[in-house]
C-alpha cells in the first residue's frame, strides 16, 4: 500500500518572525527554513505504517525549487522518493490540495498524510480541501491512526477530548502534534537521500489554475503590550489582583 | 448577503462560538442559522431566539449526529445556492467542515477571522498571530471561519428566527463516529472563561498541577489551561491546551503559572485583558507580555497565593 505525504517549507518554528517595514509581508531573506512540523510528524508516522503494510511513502512539496531540501529531509528520515512541485506564484491552500488532487490521480495511494496545518499561513485547510475534491473520508487532528482489515481508525483530538472516527481506504489524515515524536535523520541516512528519486514538475505540468483567489492588502505587527511591572511578594500580587477586582 | 453560520452544539445548546459567528455574519448581511444534528428540536429553538438571525435551517438525521465532515458538507453545499457567504466558527468542528465546503464550491477559505473590513476584506492572525494580514478575498460565495475571541457574542435573547427543515442528503458511507471520550470538566469552559489560570512544564507533574493550579482556579472561579509541554507530560489532557494549535483564549485574566512563554504559547493567550506571570526564571519570556509579574519558586508561591486570595 502507498502513502503520499505533503510536505510544506515553512520559517523554522524557533524564528521570531519580522513583518516587512514595507507592510507587504514577513521577511524570509536569510532566515532559517524548515519542514512544517505537523509534516514532520506525517513522514513519520507514514515510517511507522511501513511495519503494518504500507510499502512505499512517496512527499511532495510544492513551491519554491528550494523545497527540494523539504523532501531531502523527508527522505532522509525514510521516505522512498519524491515530487517537486514548482510554482512561480504562492500557491494557495485550495491550489495545493487541486495539484495533489491531480498527483493522487497518477499516484493512486491509499492514503494521504498531511499536517494539520502550516504554521506560516496557520490556515489549517488543505488537507480537508484535498479530502473534498476527493471524495474520501478525512480523519482531521489525528492523535492515533490504525490500519484496519478495511481502512482506517483515526483518534481525533476535538474541543473537550478525542473523538475515534473510521474510514474506509482510500482516506486523508491530518496530522496533530501528539500522533508521534518524529525521528531525527541520521547522517548515513541524509547521504543516502541524496541519491534517492526526486522528480520535478511545475504547477502548469498538472493543468491546474492556481491564480490566487485571496489578495493579501497588507501584513501589520499586532498590536504591542504595554510593560508590565513586577511584584516584589504574594502580597503585593494580591493587592494587585484586588486592585483589579477579582477575588475581593 | 445571505449568509449561513452553522451552528455548534452538543445536542443540547448552542455554544458559545457560535454567537461570535453570528456577530461576524452580521457584518455581511442577513443571518441564517443551520442547526444539524439529531434530535436537535431544543438546539433549534433556541438559535431561533438569537438576536438578529432570520431562518434557522434544521437538518435533522442520524447522518448528523456527530457532525462528520463527510456528511455534513454537502448539506452545506445544497443550501450555499441560495446563500453568499458560509461563516463557521474556529472550533475543530468548524475548521474540520468548512475547508471541506470551500472545496466543493471552489472558493478559498478565510480562516480564523479576526475582523470583518468589508463585504470581501478581512483580517486574520498568520505566523502564530505574529502578524495580522489583511485579505480580500475574489469569490463570488465566501467561506470564514471566525475567531471566537475577536468578535461580541450576540444576545441569546430576542431573536425571532423562522425554523424550517431542511432534506437530509443523506449518509456517503465515508466516515463512521465510533466513540468520544469527553473529559469531564466542572470548571468554566476555556474559551468563553473570565478567568483562566494556566499551567507549564515547571509543575513537574501531574499530581502537582491538581494540587497548586486547580485549587488556585477554583478561588478565582476560573478555567484551567495548560502550555504545551504540560500536556505533552501528560500533566492534563490535551483539551487543556493553550497556544497556536491548541484553544486560542482572550480572557479577562490569564495567570500563567511555570510557563516560560513561547512564541506559540503567547499566539493563544497574548489578547487577554492582563496577564499575569508567576516564573522562578526572570528571564522568561512570558515577562515580556505580562502586566504584573513575580518571580518566585511556584510551589512556594502559588500555594501562599491561594491562601491569601
Redesign the interface.
Known amino acids: 500500500m502507498k502513502v503520499l505525504v505533503p510536505v510544506k517549507r515553512v ?1 523554522d ?2 524564528v ?2 519580522r ?1 516587512k517595514a514595507d507592510g507587504t509581508g ?1 521577511d524570509l531573506a536569510n532566515v532559517k527554513m524548515s519542514m512544517n512540523p505537523f509534516d514532520e510528524i506525517a513522514v513519520e508516522e507514514a515510517i511507522r505504517l511501513k511495519d503494518k503494510g504500507v510499502t512505499e511513502i512517496v512527499v511532495v512539496s510544492i513551491g519554491e525549487p528550494k523545497a527540494q531540501e523539504t523532501i531531502r529531509t523527508a527522505l532522509a528520515m525514510g521516505a522512498d522518493r519524491g515530487i517537486l512541485v514548482t510554482s512561480d506564484t504562492k500557491v ?3 491550489g495545493v ?1 487541486k495539484i495533489l488532487a491531480k498527483i493522487v490521480e497518477e499516484e493512486q495511494p491509499s492514503l494521504v498524510i498531511l499536517g ?2 502550516a ?15 476527493l ?7 489525528a ?1 492515533k491512526v490504525e490500519l484496519t482489515a478495511d481502512g482506517v ?1 483515526v483518534t ?13 481506504l482510500p ?1 486523508i489524515v491530518t496530522t ?3 500522533l508521534n515524536e518524529p525521528r531525527y535523520a541520521s547522517l548515513p541516512n541524509i547521504m543516502k537521500a541524496k541519491s534517492k528519486p526526486l522528480a520535478q514538475k511545475t504547477a502548469a505540468d498538472y493543468g491546474v489554475d492556481v491564480t ?11 498590536g504591542k ?7 516584589a ?6 493587592m ?2 484586588h486592585a ?1 477586582g ?2 475581593k | 448577503m445571505k449568509t449561513l453560520v452553522w451552528v455548534e452544539h452538543d445536542g443540547k445548546s448552542v455554544k458559545d462560538a457560535t454567537l461570535a459567528a453570528v456577530t461576524a455574519a452580521s457584518k455581511l448581511g442577513e443571518v441564517h442559522l443551520l442547526v444539524a444534528g439529531q434530535g436537535v428540536d431544543g438546539v433549534a429553538q433556541a438559535a431561533a431566539k438569537i438576536a438578529g438571525v432570520g431562518k434557522v435551517h434544521v437538518a435533522d438525521d442520524a447522518a448528523y449526529a ?1 457532525a ?3 456528511n455534513v ?1 454537502p448539506l452545506v453545499v445544497a443550501l450555499m445556492a441560495d446563500h453568499d457567504a458560509f461563516v463557521a466558527p474556529s ?3 468548524g ?10 464550491l ?7 477571522i479576526l475582523s470583518v473590513e468589508s463585504e470581501d ?1 478581512f483580517t486574520r ?15 463570488a460565495k465566501k467561506v470564514i471561519t471566525v475567531r471566537g475571541t475577536a468578535f461580541d457574542k450576540a444576545a441569546t435573547e430576542g431573536g425571532s428566527g423562522t425554523i424550517e427543515a431542511v432534506a437530509s442528503q443523506g449518509d ?12 469531564a ?1 466542572a470548571r468554566p469552559e476555556l ?1 468563553s472563561a473570565k ?1 483562566i489560570v494556566s499551567g507549564g512544564r515547571a509543575l513537574q507533574s501531574g499530581e502537582n498541577f491538581h494540587a497548586l493550579i486547580e485549587p488556585l482556579a477554583d ?2 472561579g476560573a478555567g484551567v489551561g495548560a502550555s ?1 509541554a504540560a ?2 507530560a501528560g500533566y492534563v ?3 487543556y491546551q493553550v497556544g ?2 491548541g ?1 486560542i483564549v482572550a480572557p479577562e ?1 490569564y495567570i500563567a503559572v511555570g510557563i516560560s512563554g513561547a ?2 504559547h503567547l499566539a493563544g493567550m ?1 489578547d487577554s485583558k ?3 506571570a508567576i516564573n522562578k526564571d ?1 528571564d522568561a519570556p512570558i ?10 519558586d511556584l510551589f512556594k ?1 502559588v500555594p ?2 491561594t491562601e ?2
Not at chain 1, 483567489?213 to 501584513?219: A, D, F, G, S
Not at chain 1, 503590550?225 to 511584584?231: E, I, L, P, S, T
Not at chain 2, 475548521?95 to 470551500?102: H, I, L
Not at chain 2, 471552489?106 to 480564523?112: A, C, F, K, L, N
Request: hydrophobic share 40%; glycine share 6%.
Open positions: 520559517l518554528y524557533n521570531k518572525p513583518v514577513v494557495e491552500p485550495l490540495a494539520k496545518q504554521i506560516d499561513d496557520d490556515n489549517n485547510q488543505t488537507g480537508q480541501m484535498l479530502a473534498g475534491l471524495g474520501w473520508g478525512q480523519g482531521t487532528f492523535s481508525t481525533r483530538e476535538v474541543d473537550g477530548g478525542l473523538e475515534t472516527d473510521a474510514f474506509p482516506a496533530d502534534l501528539r490566487p483567489r485571496l489578495t493579501t492588502l497588507k501584513v501589520v505587527e499586532p503590550r504595554q510593560a508590565g511591572v513586577k511584584v511578594d504574594v502580597d503585593e500580587l494580591v494587585k489582583l483589579m477579582i477575588a | 456527530h462528520l465532515a463527510e458538507a472550533t475543530t468542528t475548521k474540520n467542515v468548512a475547508p471541506r465546503v470551500a472545496a466543493l471552489d472558493v478559498m477559505q478565510i480562516s480564523d476584506t492572525p498568520i505566523y502564530a498571530g505574529n502578524a495580522i494580514a489583511t485579505v480580500r478575498t475574489s469569490d456517503t458511507g465515508k466516515s463512521r463516529f465510533v466513540d468520544a471520550e469527553i473529559a470538566n474559551t478567568i478561588k478565582l504545551r500536556v505533552d489532557p490535551n483539551d497556536q494549535t484553544k485574566v512564541i506559540q497574548k492582563v496577564i499575569v526572570e515577562f515580556q507580555v505580562a502586566d504584573v509579574g513575580l518571580v518566585g508561591v501562599e497565593l491569601k486570595l
